[in-house]
């Protein structure tokens, strides 16, 4: 059974570092989303992408946080420099296409500690 | 925008009791609403979603029930069993793109 991957499932770096997350997809999935899960919350949305193009980064922090899906396959989620509230875990989601009723599949995540 | 209350936050059953979690939401245009079950460790998974059009929707021992009037959805599990263990995720849709808005979560245990 496909499944959206993630890398690295576990980061730990230091404030003002620069870190880096990895996702997957599950093949064909046109629409991509990263949320942000602060411990004991539910998932909050930073972007979404419908194929290689943004379709809603309102609540994505864009003075550290950036986010791109150059030929609209896998993505990349970057922060720069992590600050000590970054700390979380980020999800990777994908769905066949943008709309209410298309399911969101989810990666493993990445647990970023920030020191 | 939309806003989703989830309640409880922790909730403890005998195994074989029923579980109810009620999630309330706040943008009437919101016609969408999925539920996620998180094991620990693990990514979220969908279990059941109800769309505005219908009242309740029933999957083996899940259900899900919505009052569109009152702005809140529930989801029922019954004879609960301990790997119905996990965290329980009530999601909106808060607008046309399909973005989701989650509840806090609801921590269910399941006591052997």
């Known amino acids: 059974e496909a499944e959206v991957a993630q890398s690295p499932r576990y980061k730990i770096t230091e404030k003002s570092q620069a870190v880096a997350f990895w996702c997957d997809p599950i093949?064909?999935?046109?629409?991509l989303y990263w949320y942000r899960q602060i411990l004991g919350q539910g998932p909050e949305l930073l972007v979404q992408?419908?194929?290689?193009?943004?379709v809603d980064d309102s609540q994505l922090p864009k003075d550290r946080f950036s986010a791109e899906r150059l030929k609209g396959v896998d993505s990349t989620l970057k922060i720069q420099p992590a600050e000590l509230g970054d700390s979380a875990m980020y999800l990777c989601?994908?769905?066949w296409g943008q709309g209410p009723y298309n399911e969101q599949f989810f990666g493993p995540g990445t647990r970023l500690t920030v020191l | 925008g939309e806003n989703v209350e989830q309640h409880p936050s922790t909730l403890s059953v005998q195994e074989g009791d029923s579980a109810v979690i009620k999630c309330t939401y706040s943008?009437?245009?919101?016609?969408?609403f999925p539920w996620y079950k998180q094991e620990l460790g693990k990514r979220p998974q969908l279990i059941i979603d109800?769309?505005?059009?219908?009242g309740e929707k029933k999957d083996q021992r899940i259900a899900v029930t919505l009052n569109k009037t009152a702005k809140h959805f529930s989801l029922h599990i019954t004879e609960t069993q301990p790997e119905d263990s996990a965290v329980y995720f009530c999601?909106?849709?808060?607008?046309?793109?399909?973005?989701?808005?989650f509840g806090k979560g609801t921590k269910l245990s399941v006591k052997p």
């Open positions: 989601a994908s769905s």
């Open positions: 943008d009437s245009a919101s016609n969408y």
């Open positions: 109800i769309r505005s059009n219908v």
């Open positions: 999601a909106a849709n808060g607008g046309s793109q399909g973005n989701l808005i």
């Open positions: 093949s064909g999935h046109a629409t």
């Open positions: 992408f419908q194929d290689e193009s943004v």
